[in-house]
């Protein structure tokens, strides 16, 4: 029996809390206040990231990983055209001027596309290696058991469990 001090309740279970709406807020506030010094950035990442936000928003699954997957291929696919506006020209009209070519959004949103492929192929394809596995250890399992039926006779297999009727 457990023993609890007079006067003192249980804890209650935390689920979740408020943490993942403080870090959104957190995101938010950083993001908003980087805004002015970043504004080319700022730009070309909505332009380009828009596959990310769109996986954002409509995943409705349990867990809503969708746009780690894809926005993280859609940042790797958008990376050349940010690299060449840090490093090279950050002001707003080479940011316009890069957002005016095809190539960046064939990139970062085919980018986007294999990540999309990535979440909806891995789930199949891992259940299918997790049941060739599960075959493959009953396989074992029951090789085991006929060497102990041959070892020690077939009283070894009877099932001797009782009847719970």
Not at 75 to 90: E, K, Q, T, Y
Request: glycine share 10%; charged share 15%; with cysteine.
């Amino acid at each position: 029996m457990a023993k609890t001090r007079p006067g003192r309740a249980a804890a209650p279970a935390r689920r979740g809390g408020s943490a993942p709406a403080a870090n959104r807020l957190l995101i938010m506030l950083t993001g908003i206040a980087l805004i002015p010094f970043s504004l080319p950035t700022v730009l070309l990442l909505f332009c380009g990231m828009l596959p990310t936000l769109g996986a954002a928003v409509g995943d409705r699954g349990p867990r809503r990983c969708a746009w780690l997957c894809v926005g993280g291929l859609n940042f790797a696919g958008l990376s050349p055209w940010l690299f060449a506006l840090w490093f090279g020209h950050h002001t707003l009209d080479y940011a316009f001027q890069q957002l005016m070519t095809i190539n960046l959004y064939l990139t970062s949103f085919g980018a986007a596309a294999v990540g999309w492929l990535l979440y909806l192929a891995t789930p199949p394809v891992v259940s299918t290696i997790l049941a060739a596995n599960s075959q493959r250890h009953a396989l074992q399992l029951a090789s085991q058991q006929r060497k102990l039926i041959e070892q020690w006779g077939p009283e070894v297999a009877a099932k001797d469990e009782p009847d719970l009727d």
